[in-house]
């Protein structure tokens, strides 16, 4: 069974500075697909940034990029420049790769880290 | 585009009880899937839904069950309800065959409570 494990329940960071969240997880898998996700207070989830396992490139999305280490199983996410608005719970989520060819829907989430940005 | 619509946002029940949760997805999107949010179990997979099938299920209790519709809309329904039953009930959709299709797209939720 695949789990995943986020070992900062809360952190914080000054607005405009950079944060890393940290994110490790287990498989017995070789594709895969990770994934941040955002829950802002009282607001839906919405994706931040997706990485498939069979991609050694980083994935970034503007302000988000993800450092991939595949043999170590770790998945950290970093928002450069912070913004009042990226103040949320943060989940790192693990999906295996379908054998239909599409979503499984069946995401594994971490307990999440949550983010407060200070002005 | 419409996003993924949750019916009710909020409800109260009471043990014993039943309750029925529905969502309507993104329009195109066949694949529905349930999470059930709680704050000391986290979010947990419930049961995934494409072409009126459930194709994959987590493990909970008989009493959640689900069903999709041919419009793709999903409903789940949870039986003798327990005070531990009171959590956040995401529904999620996604693309299917596109390059895109497992990335899930969160309704709002519907925030259930157990008296």
């Known amino acids: 069974a695949q789990t995943v494990t986020q070992s900062q329940p809360e952190m914080s960071v000054q607005e405009a500075e950079t944060v890393t969240l940290s994110c490790t997880y287990d498989t017995s898998e070789n594709n895969y697909y990770l994934f941040w996700y955002k829950q802002p207070p009282s607001r839906q989830m919405i994706l931040v940034i997706r990485q498939e396992a069979y991609k050694q490139q980083n994935a970034t999305e503007n302000r988000f990029s993800v450092n991939f280490q595949k043999a170590a199983k770790s998945f950290s996410l970093k928002i450069s420049d912070s913004q009042l608005g990226d103040t949320a719970m943060y989940f790192c989520?693990?999906?295996?790769?379908?054998?239909?060819?599409?979503?499984?829907?069946?995401?594994?989430f971490g307990k999440g880290t949550k983010l407060s940005v200070k002005p | 585009k419409a996003g993924v619509t949750q019916t009710p946002r909020y409800l109260i029940k009471t043990r014993g009880q039943q309750v029925t949760l529905s969502c309507s997805p993104i329009s195109g999107h066949r694949s529905v899937s349930w999470y059930q949010q709680t704050p000391g179990q986290g979010l947990q997979f419930l049961f995934e839904y494409f072409s009126e099938t459930q194709r994959n299920k987590g493990n909970f209790p008989g009493r959640f069950s689900g069903r999709q519709f041919s419009n793709s809309r999903s409903e789940m329904n949870v039986s003798t309800l327990e005070l531990g039953d009171s959590a956040l009930y995401l529904c999620?959709?996604?693309?299917?065959?596109?390059?895109?299709?497992?990335?899930?797209?969160f309704g709002a939720g519907s925030r259930l409570t157990v008296l």
């Open positions: 989520a693990f999906m295996k790769h379908s054998i239909y060819g599409g979503s499984q829907g069946n995401l594994i």
């Open positions: 999620a959709s996604s693309p299917t065959l596109d390059r895109r299709a497992n990335v899930l797209t």
